[in-house]
């Protein structure tokens, strides 16, 4: 039984930080490329950024781009997300998400497993 269990959400105020992590299991966890996205109120799920198993490249949504950084470390079965320069906008609840199908790696189609979420909130 797969289970992707993130933590590390929170309230924070605009320019904070944040980590986010997430544990595997039931799963090859490093033949699995690795994925953050985030809902907020009344949208849509969307892509934030993406790591590769091989090689562990990564691929940022625009919104998040120098701001947020994924990193794995396939020793622990983990993915983590560093959030710097929080914005309001950034306000939503993150699901970690794993997956091995091709293309579109940015589509939440792409990925088999998600989490549970964890909220996070940027105040003003």
């Known amino acids: 039984q797969v289970q992707l269990v993130e933590s590390g959400g929170g309230v924070v105020q605009a320019g904070g930080s944040l980590r986010l992590s997430c544990v595997a299991s039931g799963l090859t966890f490093s033949t699995y490329r690795m994925a953050w996205f985030r809902q907020a109120p009344g949208k849509e799920r969307e892509f934030v950024a993406l790591i590769r198993w091989c090689g562990g490249a990564t691929v940022y949504a625009d919104s998040v781009k120098g701001r947020f950084t994924i990193s794995r470390d396939n020793a622990k079965n983990t993915v983590s997300l560093l959030l710097n320069s929080l914005k309001p906008e950034d306000t939503a609840v993150y699901y970690c998400?794993?997956?091995?199908?091709?293309?579109?790696?940015?589509?939440?189609?792409?990925?088999?497993?998600w989490g549970q979420g964890t909220q996070v909130t940027v105040s003003s």
């Open positions: 998400a794993a997956g091995r199908l091709i293309v579109p790696e940015s589509s939440s189609r792409s990925y088999n497993y």
